[in-house]
């Protein structure tokens, strides 16, 4: 495989001091000043994880700087490069300040500190100056997704002519404030982790850049197939990216189809001031490995219902040939200019695209003929309408929900697995209700205790089965017939193939699918035949 991106970046020993709960800006007496450090991009994979690259300028003067807010990095891929002039970065925590809009009356009373004010209380009121009413410590900064609701004060300092009064907050059931002066915004404190970054005079003004891989950031795709005249079809794939980790602001994202191997997807850093404990105990013990075998610790296992249950993130798509887009084994559709604030979710198009189709009845018959489960009576199956739609790009189609269209009426809901450049992708559209089809099987022929296996002897037994079909259309069709058989085929019909998909090694028979591909005229019946030996225990 080609890597078509690659960046190297050559940076100093840096020494990386984790100060939990002590403050990162205790810098020799000086001020740290604030470095914007923007995401710049942003890869998404289809679990939940995003791949982070921030950059930021060191100011012109000082010896250091304060990034804030810190992410909440997964264990091992967080990275700071930057000038060989920085020579330090600690991360602590600190404390950010923001003006907002009051929404109770704790906070009220908290943005009109030094009015005066007049309280009505379970037994009177009380009239006085608002001395003090205590901010509530908030929440520690290690947690991917704020949820800070607010909290309660403890008491409340009136200063009334008869001396100073300590309230609690409950006890207060209404608040008149003086015409015209009453606040209605207040200064919020809260605790943030901060990384602080001490350089020397050659590093000053130059870029540093962090890279890291977060949860809470993901994206869903999904197809719309508009069938149209001819064997055109128009396919749009869309993708709809949710955010609740942080603002995004003219960046590129690349939504990626396919999943690296992480390890320690479950384990936060340590840069994340989660505390030695939690880390320790979430990193010993209960990696990916583990986890899969027991499928029990402390739900490791974060499963995703799209194709398979894996070990680490789950492998969504399989990487194949070498298209444009392509990494390694990962394809990303690159987006760039993208807006989205923390908590949104972005409707997107990322392909549009008119392809070549083909109608297509499908059956695959039930069963697999192990032991002959039946004789002669007939099996009454279902038959699917499908499309059957080739992917003319140069980037593959990823697996999404897909809704099929016709003229604007709804046709009908099913999925597009991964389809590659060049490939074919096989959508279900609707049953056929108008093709009605038997399928039969029956002994024609049995040597008693013809083989040997594992102890046991088992019969020798012939089959024959036949597949009906009734098109009842006033079309001709083309049919795709399948059918998994437990043996041996001697002989199949209408230039129909198979081959053995399972090799009989737990098995005292190999698994063989049997597949056909006929046009059935209007209004015409086909039965198509074949024969296969079978051992069934005596």
Not at 43 to 66: D, H, I, T
């Amino acid at each position: 495989m080609r890597v078509l991106c690659c960046s190297v970046f050559l940076t100093s020993l840096i020494l990386l001091a984790c100060a939990h709960g002590q403050p990162a800006a205790a810098d020799e007496g000086a001020a740290a000043a604030a470095v914007a450090a923007k995401t710049q991009r942003v890869s998404l994979f289809k679990n939940g994880y995003g791949y982070f690259v921030r950059k930021g300028q060191l100011p012109a003067e000082g010896a250091a700087a304060v990034i804030t807010p810190l992410p909440v990095p997964v264990h091992g891929t967080f990275f700071v490069s930057g000038p060989t002039g920085l020579k330090q970065i600690v991360a602590g925590e600190g404390v950010q300040r923001s003006t907002r809009t009051v929404s109770s009356l704790d906070e009220l009373l908290r943005a009109n500190v030094g009015a005066e004010v007049e309280v009505l209380l379970e037994k009177g009121t009380l009239k006085g100056k608002l001395l003090v009413v205590p901010e509530v410590e908030a929440r520690p900064p290690y947690a991917a997704v704020d949820t800070y609701a607010g909290e309660s004060a403890r008491y409340v300092l009136i200063e009334a002519s008869d001396g100073v009064h300590a309230i609690a907050p409950h006890q207060i059931q209404h608040a008149r404030f003086p015409k015209g002066q009453i606040a209605t915004t207040w200064e919020r404190s809260e605790r943030a982790a901060e990384l602080l970054l001490r350089f020397d005079a050659s590093a000053r003004g130059k870029e540093v850049e962090l890279a890291y891989l977060q949860r809470g950031i993901t994206w869903v795709p999904a197809y719309q197939v508009d069938i149209l005249s001819g064997s055109k079809a128009r396919v749009v794939m869309s993708a709809q990216i949710i955010n609740e980790v942080e603002d995004l602001q003219g960046a590129e994202i690349d939504l990626i189809t396919g999943t690296p191997n992480i390890r320690f997807s479950h384990v936060d850093s340590p840069i994340a001031l989660g505390g030695l404990d939690r880390f320790v105990s979430s990193l010993s013990g209960y990696g990916r490995y583990d986890a899969v075998q027991s499928r029990g610790r402390r739900g490791e296992i974060m499963s995703q219902q799209v194709m398979s249950n894996m070990a680490y993130f789950d492998v969504v798509d399989e990487g194949f040939g070498d298209e444009e887009g392509e990494r390694e084994d990962l394809f990303f559709y690159t987006l760039s200019g993208i807006d989205l604030a923390k908590g949104q979710c972005a409707h997107l198009t990322v392909v549009d695209a008119e392809v070549s189709y083909r109608s297509l009845y499908e059956w695959r018959v039930s069963g697999s003929g192990a032991g002959v489960s039946y004789y002669g009576e007939p099996s009454y199956e279902h038959v699917w309408h499908a499309l059957e739609l080739k992917n003319e790009g140069k980037i593959p189609w990823t697996t999404a929900a897909a809704t099929s269209r016709k003229e604007g009426a709804l046709l009908g809901q099913d999925m597009i697995t991964f389809t590659p450049a060049g490939g074919r992708a096989l959508l279900r559209v609707t049953r056929a209700l108008d093709i009605p089809v038997q399928a039969s099987e029956t002994e024609v022929g049995r040597e008693r205790a013809h083989r040997l296996w594992r102890s046991s002897r088992y019969d020798k037994v012939s089959v024959t089965g036949e597949l009906k079909i009734d098109n009842r259309k006033r079309e001709a069709i083309t049919m795709r017939v399948e059918k998994e058989v437990a043996g041996t085929v001697s002989k199949i019909s209408d230039k129909g193939t198979h081959k053995v998909v399972q090799e009989a090694l737990h098995n005292v028979n190999p698994t063989t699918l049997l597949s056909w591909e006929v046009e059935v005229p209007a209004g015409g019946e086909m039965t198509l035949t074949f024969r296969y030996d079978t051992y069934v225990y005596n």
